[in-house]
């Protein structure tokens, strides 16, 4: 008896142990608490008309089995016959006639109907109405029309094939490569389900830092079992090809873009690529940057590597993603500049199959940066945004920050809407093995941010917010109010604690964690710090105006009206564009001042971040709520180190005295140039 009530009682530990550890994401599914609302849903959703084989359907039938479960805590039966209270899932011929789209209608009948041109609308209208009912919205009269802004919708993963994840925070690569094709982790399904029900549908396996052995046979059986996982919850699979593959595993002398030998190899290697995986997606390319292998090895343009690649994969109706990301160290010009100087000039040089892939911001995913130039000048070239999920810059996976508002910040400034630019749009995962997918549970609101916006720009931050808030914590209005509001105030917070008025790239040296503003020294000078804050005597920040690096250029006429005077540029960028005076006056004070103030502000932000977490105490579960209570503490504490850190630093260039109410601790500046993160996660192995 007493080893049994033993056993139980371990078997209840196990289970609290591992019942809320986020695993689940935003699809969990819980049953509905509020009756009214379980009882309306129930009437609307008897059962389920959804005609059809395919293998969409099939995961649909699945999927809707274990949702309406959980939520509706009953079997729902699929019937072949409708009537009143059928949810209807069915092939329909809408007005608009864009692939994916579909529209969700409930009315009087009872019948609550979803209708699209194709498979991937109605799964996607599946998941549309999910979260409905997960959000608590109101389902009867429904009259929703939905077509995704952007065709394809890609996670880009810097994932290495010995696991190890290039920037990753969250464990290793979900990939087991060793393991595959024979072992098929049941996570890859629930990888590929919380794609889907964001609309992501396209994903490039491993790092841009590309391995030629990925596209040897050896990789593509592995490769192919994940591609037919990912095809029901049409998602398409994309390489990232070496630029020397080639020579390393093709056994030629080189890898010129227009020498025959080397552009049969690449037609050859993508035909055997395409019969293992028929609707492969295509290359992502990273050439001629930081150290890869490119075209210009062979003196050739990237308009030549990329279209070399273009022509192997075109016949099979795949495409290039080419990287813009360069920048040289023995190019004397501002880094901001580099990427603009060498893609402007091959504008329309490109093949149509082939995307000219560019970060959000002109130097490197930094908490904040003005809108890449590249957009909206490459008019006869079609682009592709990339930004990074992970939190490369931005406290990895110990700091809480909702990066929807970044990256609406940098669509909104380049006006893409009506460009070409944004023919597809790339997210550089968040994701590894561990158990709650993204490091931070926050991390989930990235990912999960990310697909929403993917899908549609224009959505709205707090709507991203509330949406990932109610189907991750629940609808408690408080909660929901509270959670959401600190989701959308955390950017500015981060910003301002680190990189505050337009600094930028003052992070410690490889790892990118923490304040290292005085980093000076290290192999390439546009690695630094100090190239980027430019702190002397005079004043802070790098001029791009034309009196300095003249980067502001390369901007459309009327942000460089706005940003080329310092009276006019806003403060968020006043030090990207401009050096500006210790006593220039600002915010009704000296810059030198507001520097600090801002510093300031941002540290007791996160402090309200951390109080206002710990009022939701009641309304989280433990597991979940100590999780981020934990790594908030941390995150206070090192927004601490930054607020000192910073302002100690500066002021050896400043030599002013710190304003009043404004606390640096009691250690010196040399405490905080001491401390060390040698193991850091995710640092880049090849440096
Ligand atoms: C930088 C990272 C580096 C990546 C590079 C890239 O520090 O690890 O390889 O970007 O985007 O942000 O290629």
Redesign the pocket.
Known sequence: MRNLLTGLLFLLCVQSAYSEDGYRLWLRYDKIKDERLLNLYRSRIKNIYLPGTSGTIAVMKSELTTALKGLLDKEVPFTDKITSGTLVIKIATLGIAVPESYTITSGKSQNITIGSPDDAGLLYGMFHLLRLLQTHSDVSSLNVIESPKIKTRILNH?DNLDRTV??GYAGFSIWDWHRLPEYVDPRYTDYARANASIGINAVSLT???ANALLITPAYLEKVKVLADLFRPWHIKVFLTARFSAPMEIGGLKTADPLDADVKQWWKNKADEIYKYVPDFGGFLV?AN??G?PGPQNYNRTHADGANMLAEAVGPHGGIVMW?A?VYDSNVPDDRAKQAYSEFKPLDGKFNDNVIVQV?NGPI??QPREPYHPLFGTMKSTPLMM?L?ITQ??LGQATHLVFLPVLWKENIDQADLKESNALKAVAG?ANIGNDRNWTGHLFGQSNWYGYGRLAWDYNAASKQIADEWTRMTFGNDADLVQNVSALMLSSHETIVNYMTPLGLHHIMGANH?YGPGPWVSKMSRADWTSTYYHKADSLGIGFDRTDKGSKALEQYPNDAQKLWDSKDTCPEQLLLWFHHVGWNHKIAGTTLWDHLCNTYDKGLTNVRDMQTSWKSMSSKVDSDRFKHVSMLLDRQVKEAELWHHSCILYFQTFSKKPIPNGINVGDKPLEYYIGLQYPYAPGI?PRW
């Open positions: 810097w290039e920037r790092n841009v830092n990273k940057s930081e890869q990287r990301f970060k490197d995913f990339e990074q490369e810059y550089v990118h880049r």
